[in-house]
C-alpha cells in the first residue's frame, strides 16, 4: 500500500490547513487511521487518531483545534487544523494499520507556521 500526504506548506500563524493522505488501494474504511508529526530534533509524535469504529483521539496539544476525518468514497484521511501556531511547525505524516495490524506510513507533507 502506497499513501501520499499532501496540504502542507507555508501558514501564518492563526491560519488553518488541511492535510489530505491518499491511498494506492482502499484500506482506510474500517481500519485504524492516525495522523503524527515530528519537529526538528525531536521524536515522532501522535497528533490525532481514529479507530476502525470511528473513535477519535488526540493530543492535547492539538485539541480543539485539529479534526481527523474519514472519506471511504474517495479513500483518503484528512486533518483539519485552525488556529495554528509555530510550535505544530513539523513534518506530518498519516498512518493506517491494516486489518493484520501492519502499519503502513505515507512520506510526509512539511507544515511550517510562521509568527
Known amino acids: 500500500v502506497q499513501l501520499q500526504a499532501s496540504g502542507g506548506g507555508l501558514v501564518q500563524a492563526g491560519g488553518s490547513l488541511r492535510l489530505s493522505c491518499a491511498a494506492s488501494?482502499?484500506?482506510?474504511?474500517?481500519?485504524?487511521v492516525a495522523w503524527y508529526r515530528q519537529a526538528p530534533g525531536k521524536q515522532r509524535e501522535l497528533v490525532a487518531s481514529?479507530?476502525?469504529?470511528?473513535?477519535?483521539n488526540y493530543a492535547d496539544s492539538v485539541k480543539g483545534r485539529s479534526t481527523i476525518s474519514r472519506d471511504n468514497a474517495k479513500n483518503t484521511v484528512s486533518l483539519q487544523m485552525i488556529s495554528l501556531k509555530p510550535e505544530d511547525t513539523a513534518t506530518y505524516f498519516c498512518?493506517?494499520?491494516?486489518?493484520?495490524?501492519?502499519?503502513?506510513w505515507g512520506k510526509g507533507t512539511l507544515v511550517t507556521v510562521s509568527s
Open positions: 488501494r482502499s484500506i482506510f474504511r474500517r481500519n485504524y
Open positions: 481514529m479507530s476502525s469504529g470511528g473513535s477519535t
Open positions: 498512518k493506517v494499520r491494516d486489518g493484520d495490524g501492519m502499519p503502513y
